[in-house]
């Protein structure tokens, strides 16, 4: 099973500033399926980022995917009010696994 | 529009078994590709992947959870069902199931039903 480990588990930024969030696999994700997802309180994850770099509809610019690998990075460029949420990653190259979560919080 | 929504009940015992069924609309489960799966997270927790059906009937299953859960179809009734054996308080958590098509994995969500296991 492939293990992914998001880093850090929380990140204190304030609006405008830039958040770089980790994904980091056991084992190569060799087809590059790796996704992103936001999930605000009581709410149902988004998909944001899927195969590694393609925005999903509806993703807002600011939100970019990077990496191959075992590493991959999702950037947000400068952080709207909204995006103070939790986010994981996922990949589905081996069977599917989901990572820890990072929380983004205010500063 | 895709739609989807989780139902089953929100209460049930240790050693139950769990039925839960998605209903969706907006797509056909027939259509080349597409699968839907189901995703569970127990409160303030990650998620976990359980389960994916496809249009061909193909079936994946979480190895750790494997001896324990059946995906079933219902294309005409656009309906995908899960059950889980021998229910456990660790099993405790809220069950989406979403959409899939092609490389587009997980796009759509249910809203989610939280599942209490409690004797």
């Known amino acids: 099973e492939i293990v992914l480990t998001q880093s850090p588990g929380t990140l204190s930024l304030s609006p405008g500033e830039r958040a770089t969030l980790s994904c980091r696999a056991s084992?190569?994700?060799?087809?590059?399926?790796l996704n992103w997802f936001q999930q605000r309180p009581g709410q149902a994850p988004r998909l944001l980022i899927y195969?590694?770099?393609k925005r999903a509809t509806g993703t807002p610019a600011r939100f970019s995917g990077s990496g191959s690998g075992t590493d991959f990075t999702l950037t947000i460029s400068r952080l709207e009010p909204e995006d103070f949420a939790l986010y994981f990653c996922?990949?589905?190259?081996?069977?599917?696994?989901f990572g820890q979560g990072t929380k983004v919080e205010i500063k | 529009q895709i739609t989807l929504k989780e139902s089953g009940p929100t209460l049930v015992k240790p050693t139950q078994t769990l039925t839960l069924t998605c209903t969706f609309s907006?797509?056909?489960?027939?259509?080349?590709?597409?699968?839907v799966g189901w995703i569970r997270q127990p409160p303030g927790k990650a998620l976990e992947w359980l389960a994916l059906i496809y249009w061909n009937d193909d079936k994946r299953y979480s190895p750790s959870l494997k001896n324990r859960l059946t995906i079933t179809k219902d294309t005409s009734e656009n309906q995908v069902v899960l059950t889980l054996a021998n229910m456990d308080p660790l099993d405790t958590a809220t069950y989406y199931c979403a959409h899939r098509r092609g490389l587009l994995e997980f796009d759509h969500w249910g809203q989610g039903t939280l599942v209490t296991v409690s004797s």
């Open positions: 084992q190569s994700v060799t087809s590059g399926y």
């Open positions: 907006g797509f056909s489960l027939s259509s080349s590709g597409v699968g």
């Open positions: 195969s590694a770099s």
């Open positions: 996922q990949q589905y190259d081996t069977s599917r696994t």
